[in-house]
């Protein structure tokens, strides 16, 4: 959980600048920020969903 909260601070800059750099044309450094952006991504969509299941249906069960 400490990992998928650490990205989440860091993608959502990175995602930002990811796109701004797509939108005004610049290419070239949207691929080198797009090739940490979108793995960094997909890992925190993963684990949210996990965290997800942890925290609310899988231990939410055991304690009620």
């Known amino acids: 959980m400490i990992s998928h ?3 989440v ?3 959502v800059p990175l995602i930002l600048v ?3 750099r797509a939108w005004l044309e610049k290419f070239d450094k949207h691929r080198l920020n797009a090739r940490w952006t979108l ?3 997909f890992y925190v969509c993963v684990t949210g969903v996990i965290v997800y299941l942890m925290l ?4 939410a ?4």
Do not use: C, D, F, H
């Not at 069960?61 to 009620?64: D, I, M, S, W, Y």
């Open 5 to 7: 909260t650490l990205l």
């Open 9 to 11: 601070i860091v993608i």
């Open 18 to 20: 990811t796109l701004r």
């Open 39 to 41: 793995p960094l991504w």
């Open 56 to 59: 609310y249906q899988i231990y």
């Open 61 to 64: 069960r055991n304690g009620a």
